[in-house]
């Protein structure tokens, strides 16, 4: 079975600063897609940013990029010029590449890390 | 128009009682999941439904009992509730792999249940 670790409960940036989240996974699968997922006080899941195992290069949307070590089985997020809007609970989560099996798509999440934005 | 809505998005309730949580997409996908999340924020994977088809049956007491009337709608019946089930609950849709190039998931907007 997947699991996936965070292992920063909790992390803080000052406002414009770079913040980087850490994620680590474990898995047999050799395809698969990772994703990081937001989570403001509204408890509103909101998707960051995704990665297909099979793309070597990591994915970018606006402020926020990954560092994916495939062989390290490693996803981290880096979120650069922090806003307060950025605070939140962050979510790393696994999904395999099979439709069936024994995964049909399901997400495997992390523990969650809180992120704080110091004005 | 809300992509994943479930209703109710808070629901207090009294140990022993059935409740149910119903969940809906417009956004045309043909699988549909519960989440459960719990007082540790940990979210876990309950029921999966592909085109009303049951495809996931994770380790869940018997009695919570979801139903798929069509590919849009994927509802959660929870039977003689006790306080352990006190959670948020999500609703999430998408393409199952395979069958479309978009496999994100969206998710609704959760379900608080308190169990008093």
């Known amino acids: 079975a997947q699991t996936v670790t965070q292992s920063q409960p909790e992390m803080s940036v000052q406002e414009a600063e770079t913040v980087t989240l850490s994620c680590t996974y474990d898995?047999?699968?050799?395809?698969?897609?990772l994703f990081w997922y937001k989570q403001p006080p509204s408890r509103q899941m909101i998707l960051v940013i995704r990665?297909?195992?099979?793309?070597?290069q990591n994915a970018t949307e606006n402020r926020f990029s990954v560092n994916f070590q495939k062989a390290a089985k490693s996803f981290s997020l880096k979120i650069s010029d922090s806003q307060l809007g950025d605070a939140a609970m962050y979510f790393c989560?696994?999904?395999?590449?099979?439709?069936?099996?024994?995964?049909?798509?399901?997400?495997?999440f992390g523990q969650g890390t809180i992120l704080t934005v110091h004005p | 128009d809300t992509a994943v809505s479930q209703t109710p998005k808070y629901l207090v309730t009294q140990m022993g009682n059935d409740k149910s949580i119903k969940c809906e997409q417009n956004?045309?996908?043909?699988?549909m999941y519960w989440y459960k999340q719990d007082s540790k924020k940990f979210l876990k994977i309950m029921f999966s439904?592909?085109?009303?088809?049951?495809?996931i049956n994770e380790t869940v007491p018997n009695r919570f009992s979801p139903k798929s009337p069509d590919k849009a709608h994927l509802n959660l019946h929870i039977n003689s509730l006790e306080l352990g089930d006190s959670a948020v609950y999500f609703c999430?849709?998408?393409?199952?792999?395979?069958?479309?190039?978009?496999?994100?998931?969206?998710f609704g907007p959760g379900t608080r249940l308190t169990v008093t």
């Open positions: 999430a849709s998408s393409y199952l792999l395979g069958t479309s190039g978009s496999y994100e998931q969206y």
């Open positions: 898995t047999s699968e050799s395809d698969y897609y």
């Open positions: 990665q297909e195992a099979y793309k070597q």
């Open positions: 989560a696994y999904r395999g590449w099979e439709a069936g099996g024994t995964s049909y798509g399901k997400l495997t």
């Open positions: 956004l045309g996908h043909d699988t």
């Open positions: 439904y592909n085109n009303k088809e049951l495809i």
